[in-house]
Structure formats: C-alpha cells, structure tokens
C-alpha cells in the first residue's frame, strides 16, 4: 500500500518497533518525514486502522490484494487525493 505518512502513524510505527523517523545514512534512507509517500504492508496499515492513527492511501499505487485484510470501503474513506 501506498501510504502517505503523518507523525501520528511515524509515532505509532515507532513505538511498534519500526523507526521509519532516523536517517539510516549507511542504507541510503534519510528518514520520513509527515507528508512523505511510503510502502506499507496491508496488515501494518490494518494495525495502524484499529489504534486509530492510519494514513492516507493512495488507492492507484495500492494492490488489490490490499482487499483480502480490509474492506474497500475503508480503504476509499482513507484515499489521499
């Protein structure tokens, strides 16, 4: 999934264990900021739903596949524009 990402959802991935805020200089990866575009996993984006802090999504760079764990509904009431 295509996310576009918020301090509430960088946040909450960090305290999930995934720091997606520190520049990573030796991997290329400056760190995200809100705003930024990134890949999620449809079950990372589900957990982030359910505690209330999922991102936007861009529906034309997200998998159908995406529709196997969450409605479309959701995802369209999510769409970045």
């Known amino acids: 999934m295509c996310a576009v990402v918020t301090d509430e959802f960088l946040q909450f991935s960090l305290r ?3 720091d997606l805020i520190t520049p990573w200089p030796s991997m290329d990866f400056a ?3 809100a705003g930024d575009r990134w890949c999620l996993c449809a079950a990372r984006w589900l ?12 529906l ?9 764990i969450i409605p479309l509904a959701t995802l369209e009431a999510f769409a970045a524009e």
């Open 16 to 18: 999930q264990g995934n």
């Open 47 to 58: 957990q982030a739903y359910e505690a209330g802090v999922a991102p936007k999504v861009r």
């Open 31 to 33: 760190g995200l900021l």
């Open 60 to 68: 034309e760079a997200t998998h159908e596949r995406a529709l196997d």
